[in-house]
């Protein structure tokens, strides 16, 4: 089997190998995912499987990026083991710092002083009708 390096694989394709076994793939996800394993491997070997090409994929990528715990989105290895196994972004999430520096601001709404409404019609008697009223 020819050994690829990742230099060939783009953020995205990485993104979606690493993803694939976790998320359900969207049909262009899906066709990007075969795409790529066809450049990958010979797909007419008899033993050629999805899974394990799959996996072997994936072991290019291991030893630098995993999977955040939380949103499944692959991140470097550094930044998980910095944020017990979640990216940056969800980690903050899970655990928001108070920031007593920022005061959030109430949000002040502009005041209108008028609506821009638009004003109701008058009625007004069709000149059609105006003809019937007149011919009796
Ligand atoms: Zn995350």
């Known amino acids: ?29 899906q066709e990007i995912l075969d795409r790529i394993l066809q450049e990958s491997f010979d797909q ?50 899970l655990n928001p710092t108070p920031e007593p520096e920022v005061e959030l601001q109430p949000e002040i709404l502009p005041i209108q002083p008028e609506f821009s409404r638009p004003k109701p019609r008058p009625l007004s008697i069709k000149p059609r009708l105006l003809k019937l009223f007149k011919t009796k």
């Open 1 to 29: 089997m020819n050994d690829r390096s990742n230099q060939n694989y783009s953020d995205e394709d990485i993104s979606l190998i690493m993803r694939a076994p976790n998320i359900t793939l969207s049909e262009t996800e």
């Open 44 to 93: 007419t070997h008899p033993e050629f499987d999805h899974y394990k090409a799959l996996e072997n994929l994936q072991k290019n990528f291991n030893n630098k990026v995993a999977l955040c715990k939380s949103c499944f989105m692959p991140k470097q290895k550094e930044e998980l083991e910095q944020y017990e196994e979640y990216c940056q972004e969800c980690y903050d999430e």
